[in-house]
């Protein structure tokens, strides 16, 4: 896998750990103060807060003596974290949004996993706009990021949602609460900032997991590092790589993921420059590289 619990090379993501934010977008500005009843005055320095307690919490996982900062970002050094980009919220930019919300509201029984869903701030969103929380469903492999949701929106109280601890590459080698989401089967799986993670090869293998969860007429949909030259690229870990696809190279990739696993998928997609960090010193991303929007259908 190409992240998480990385100690090393913390030079290298230092450079994706901006200083405290002095604001927040308009979007996660609603959600904190219309969903989680923070003051306006106060969300800010709320937001601020929670992020040090990820580099802590995750510091503790590392070494239980070492409460540095810096260490805690080198054992996770996302640059959705680091750079502050788990307050975007992805769903809401999907041109489905709106229909998945009807499809969630009109039905339910209809289910929805956020995949590798951080802080759960995309399923917050759906709770806000008049989905029933109970309907929601969050997998990540890190607990402690899944807790840190709870102290971000302050809902320990009032969410039903379930939060799952995950593997997507143990499958059903892991038992629950893996088991149970195969058999609940998913209507839509948000999956954001994930498949990027990896290898082109490791994308293949984690796909065929998520193939088995959706249901029939199911839809996966996100944003990811996308390239108008599909390739492996330098990632996380030093020596690793992750694949970056366009287009076409995501539909080959769910052509083989149907032929493994007696499916049929309907890719679409777009790639657009929305958000791409190509410039300066703390660059992510390069020249090639552009968003990549997708709607995955499962059609058998
Ligand atoms: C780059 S972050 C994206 C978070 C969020 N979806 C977003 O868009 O802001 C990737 C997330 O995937 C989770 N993750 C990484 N590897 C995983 C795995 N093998 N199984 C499940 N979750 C994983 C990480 O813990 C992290 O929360």
């Known amino acids: 896998m190409a992240a998480t619990k990385n100690t090393s090379n913390a030079d290298r993501h230092q450079k994706w750990y901006d200083p405290d934010i002095e604001d927040v977008n308009?979007?996660?500005?609603?959600?904190?103060?219309?969903y989680s009843k923070v003051p306006s005055p106060g969300v800010v320095k709320h937001?601020?807060?929670?992020?040090?307690?990820?580099?802590?919490s995750i510091a503790e996982l590392v070494n239980p003596n070492d409460h540095q900062r810096a260490r805690g970002f080198a054992a996770n050094p996302y640059p959705c974290i680091g750079h502050y980009r788990f307050l975007n919220l992805t769903?809401?930019?999907?041109?489905?949004?709106?229909?998945?919300?009807?499809?969630?509201?009109?039905?339910?029984?209809?289910?929805?996993?956020?995949l590798g869903c951080c802080f759960g701030q995309d399923l917050r969103q759906l709770v806000l706009d008049g989905v029933p929380s109970s309907q929601l469903i969050g997998l990540d492999i890190e607990g402690p990021?899944?807790?840190?949701?709870?102290?971000?929106?302050?809902?320990?109280?009032?969410?039903?949602?379930?939060?799952?601890v995950a593997d997507i590459f143990q499958g059903e080698s892991q038992g629950e609460p893996w088991a149970g989401l195969v058999a609940r089967g998913v209507d839509v799986i948000h999956c954001s900032a994930f498949f990027h993670l990896f290898t082109l090869a490791e994308q293949f293998e984690a796909a065929k997991?998520?193939?088995?969860?959706?249901?029939?007429?199911?839809?996966?949909?996100?944003?990811?590092?996308?390239?108008?030259?599909?390739?492996?690229?330098?990632?996380?870990?030093?020596?690793?790589?992750?694949?970056r696809h366009d287009v076409r190279t995501l539909a080959e990739l769910w052509e083989k993921v149907g032929a493994?696993?007696?499916?049929?998928?309907?890719?679409e997609g777009s790639?657009?420059?929305?958000?791409?960090?190509?410039?300066?010193?703390?660059?992510?991303?390069?020249?090639?590289?552009r968003r990549l929007l997708f709607t995955i259908t499962r059609e058998e």
């Open 271 to 289: 790639l657009d420059e929305v958000g791409v960090q190509n410039k300066g010193k703390n660059a992510v991303e390069d020249e090639n590289s």
């Open 260 to 267: 493994a696993t007696g499916t049929k998928w309907k890719v």
């Open 145 to 164: 990021l899944m807790d840190l949701g709870y102290e971000l929106f302050l809902d320990h109280n009032t969410l039903e949602s379930k939060f799952a």
């Open 26 to 34: 308009p979007q996660i500005r609603h959600l904190l103060e219309a």
């Open 47 to 56: 937001v601020n807060e929670i992020v040090r307690l990820n580099y802590l």
């Open 91 to 114: 769903l809401l930019t999907h041109p489905l949004y709106e229909s998945i919300l009807a499809r969630l509201m009109s039905n339910p029984s209809a289910t929805y996993l956020d």
């Open 209 to 243: 997991s998520v193939a088995k969860l959706v249901k029939n007429g199911g839809i996966i949909v996100g944003r990811q590092s996308g390239s108008v030259k599909p390739s492996e690229v330098p990632a996380i870990k030093p020596g690793s790589t992750s694949f």
